[in-house]
Structure formats: structure tokens, C-alpha cells
T-cell receptor, first 113, second 117 residues
Framework: DAKTTQPTSMDCAEGRAANLPCNHSTISGNEYVYWYRQIHSQGPQYIIH???NNETNEMASLIITEDRKSSTLILPHATLRDTAVYYC??????????????FGQGTILTVHP | EADIYQTPRYLVIGTGKKITLECSQTMGHDKMYWYQQDPGMELHLIHYSYGVNSTEKGDLSSESTVSRIRTEHFPLTLESARPSHTSQYLC????????????????FGSGTRLTVV
């Protein structure tokens, strides 16, 4: 699986957009980019995923660069409840190792009033 | 309302005891996973299952064992608990992706925080 690099921590003001970057320069053509978050002491929560097109759902938007070597998760109007660890994971969707997600250190996002 | 349930939520137990952490999901997912996470640290996959009667060890070596007799149930057992087993244990499940679509996502339980004294 391609390795990802994320900043250790970020801050964001409540109500502003939070933009969380992720570098995955060794990504392969059949690998998807997934984002999860983990709020303190809870299980991780799926946010969004994409292959090469930008994606949007009710939680967030995912912007993937044209060369697919990096992506940005956007929380358009961050709230205090968005304070969490955000994980960027690159993973194939098939093959014998299908389904196993490997979590790195992630980015600690702190939303402040 | 949770679709994947873990019990107990917290457990404090003495060294040498046998314990079973329960995990059940109501989504009919064929794939289930156990992760171990120490406070402030990464999640590590310790066991996974691709279906009934299928279990595999994960990326992190663990002294625990698992079973998958029913689709919805994936319990984890420690035959003899030790203080080194103190950690949070997270269960997850996922389904096959639809053809032409990517992997949809894992659903995680709330976790069991185990303390062995």
C-alpha cells in the first residue's frame, strides 16, 4: 500500500473551513484515498473516499490533485465536535489483501471557539 | 443507533483470567476485523475474517484468538490476561464493494477498554 504523510496537528477556528492535507506520492492507479476520523475514545468513523475525481458528501469534500499524489479533506464549516484525529489512508479495493485498512498517526485537528 | 456492538465497554480484570470481548453487527457484513489501540497511538490490525469459518492473523502479533461461527458475531478471547494486554480493542466490519465502485468503508464499534491488573 502507498504510504501517506499528514501533518501531526492543525488548528481551525469554529465556523471556518478546515483543510487537511495528505501526501501520497507513491499511490498506484488502482488505489483509493480514504479518510476516517476518530473522536477521543471512540471507534474511527468513515468520512469519504475517492479515486481521482473530487468527491462531496454531507460530511466533507475530498479534493484529489490531477497527478493523484496528494489530496485535501475539507470540512466546510468546522464545529467543536469536529475536533478529532483524521486519518488519510490509501488502499486498493481488491486482491487478496482487500479490506485491510492500515492506520498511520493521522492529523490531530483542534477546532477552537 | 449503532449497527455494530461491542461489549463490555470497559473491563478491569485480574492477571490470569480468561476473557472474551464480544462484537456483533447487524448489517450482514461478511468481513470483520479487530484492531488494538494504545492511548494516543495508531490502530493495529490483530485479527480479521472474510466470512464464516474464516479467520486470519493481522499485522500485529497478538496472543488473542478469534472465532467466526456466525456472520454477525466475531468474539475475541484472551485465555490468560496479562497487564501487557491492557489496551483498547476496536471491532469493525465491512461489506463487499459493488462492482465499479470503490471500497465503501468500515463501520467501527465503540471499543472495549481493557485493563489487566
Amino acid at each position: 500500500d502507498a504510504k501517506t504523510t499528514q501533518p501531526t496537528s492543525m488548528d481551525c477556528a469554529e465556523g471556518r473551513a478546515a483543510n487537511l492535507p495528505c501526501n501520497h506520492s507513491t499511490i498506484s492507479g488502482n488505489e483509493y484515498v480514504y479518510w476516517y476520523r476518530q473522536i477521543h475514545s471512540q471507534g474511527p468513523q468513515y468520512i469519504i473516499h475517492g479515486l481521482k475525481n473530487n468527491e462531496t458528501n454531507e460530511m466533507a469534500s475530498l479534493i484529489i490533485t490531477e497527478d493523484r499524489k496528494s489530496s485535501t479533506l475539507i470540512l466546510p464549516h468546522a464545529t467543536l465536535r469536529d475536533t478529532a484525529v483524521y486519518y488519510c489512508i490509501v488502499r486498493v479495493a481488491g486482491g487478496t489483501s482487500y479490506g485491510k485498512l492500515t492506520f498511520g498517526q493521522g492529523t490531530i485537528l483542534t477546532v477552537h471557539p | 443507533e449503532a449497527d455494530i456492538y461491542q461489549t463490555p465497554r470497559y473491563l478491569v480484570i485480574g492477571t490470569g483470567k480468561k476473557i472474551t470481548l464480544e462484537c456483533s453487527q447487524t448489517m450482514g457484513h461478511d468481513k470483520m476485523y479487530w484492531y488494538q489501540q494504545d492511548p494516543g497511538m495508531e490502530l493495529h490490525l490483530i485479527h480479521y475474517s472474510y466470512g464464516v469459518n474464516s479467520t486470519e492473523k493481522g499485522d500485529l502479533s497478538s496472543e488473542s484468538t478469534v472465532s467466526r461461527i456466525r456472520t454477525e458475531h466475531f468474539p475475541l478471547t484472551l485465555e490468560s490476561a496479562r497487564p501487557s494486554h491492557t489496551s483498547q480493542y476496536l471491532c469493525a466490519s465491512s461489506a463487499l464493494p459493488h462492482r465499479g465502485q470503490g471500497f465503501y468503508g468500515y463501520t467501527f464499534g465503540s471499543g472495549t477498554r481493557l485493563t489487566v491488573v
